[in-house]
């Protein structure tokens, strides 16, 4: 079973790599796929470069078997559609089962994706809760969950895809946005991002650092 964890790591930080990796252990997932987006559809455009995001997302998960970055959207023009890349990679891994990754405040924002009820079609969908964080329980979303809706994340593997999960992970309250404003104003990001990610951030001169740098 393959997961796939889209986002524009922009820059890639300990807020994304320590829910997925507790999901590949938990759920059993072979490997996650981590897919930089290239027009966000959702959001303004990165501040870093493709080309700066794949190093630092290549630097973060080297030699660490759980994670491979896939890079099928930097090769696609137009928005980067959630759809279009399952689909794509439904037509690689045909019987395959494939999870899609995403938190709770997207899922709350889910039925605003492109076509989105055909999502499924291709891949599950693995919602990462946390507490306080609720499932809407009314409309269009609430009928959806009922629909899909699975308890074990066991059954994920009977099925190629169309199965939505609910798994709790440790979210940490760290934020791309953040982490830019922190390297802005010439103060240290450590312990926010891997060690790794920052040398590529500083070598690369990315969001204002100047000449600062971490211990």
């Known amino acids: ?4 964890f889209g986002g524009t790591f922009d820059p890639v930080h300990f807020g994304h790599l320590r829910p997925a990796l507790e999901l590949q252990q938990s759920i059993g997932l ?12 959702h959001r303004s455009q990165p501040h870093a470069s ?3 995001r794949l190093a630092m997302l290549r630097a973060a998960v080297a030699d660490d078997p759980a994670f491979t970055v896939d890079t099928r959207e930097f090769e696609r023009e137009g928005p980067s559609y959630t759809l279009h890349t399952l689909k794509s990679l439904r037509a690689e891994m045909a019987g395959t089962s494939l999870s899609l990754l995403i938190g709770m405040d997207a899922f709350r924002e889910f039925s605003s994706w492109h076509r989105w ?5 291709y891949s ?8 306080g964080k609720l499932p809407p329980e009314q409309g269009e979303l609430a009928d959806f ?14 099925r190629a895809s169309g199965l939505l ?12 946005t953040e982490i830019r404003k922190i390297l802005a104003s010439g103060k240290r ?12 951030i500083y070598s690369e001169g990315l969001y204002a650092t100047g000449k600062q740098h971490g211990g």
């Open 165 to 176: 999960l609910f798994h709790p992970v440790t979210q940490l309250e760290i934020s791309g």
């Open 30 to 41: 072979d490997v996650v796929r981590l897919l930089p987006s290239h027009v966000p559809p």
């Open 1 to 4: 079973m393959i997961g796939l």
């Open 50 to 52: 493709p080309q700066q």
């Open 117 to 121: 009820r055909e999502i499924l079609d």
């Open 145 to 158: 969950v009922s629909l899909h809706r699975v308890a074990d994340a066991t059954t994920l593997k009977s």
């Open 189 to 200: 990001a450590d312990f926010l991002l891997p060690k790794s990610v920052l040398e590529v």
């Open 124 to 131: 599950h969908l693995v919602v990462m809760t946390r507490p």
